[in-house]
């Protein structure tokens, strides 16, 4: 990115996406909106 325009750290995404993924398999029925809809 340009100067001025840092990207964010690959740290941030992978460790949110490697923490929740085993933490939270699923959300409880009611959180989201049934699949398809």
Do not use: F, I, Q
């Not at 990115?1 to 996406?17: C, F, I, K, M, T």
């Amino acid at each position: 990115p340009p100067p001025g325009d840092p990207a964010p750290p690959p740290d941030v995404p992978a460790v949110l996406v490697d923490d929740t993924a085993p933490d939270m398999p699923a959300p409880p029925p009611g959180e989201l909106p049934p699949a398809g809809s």
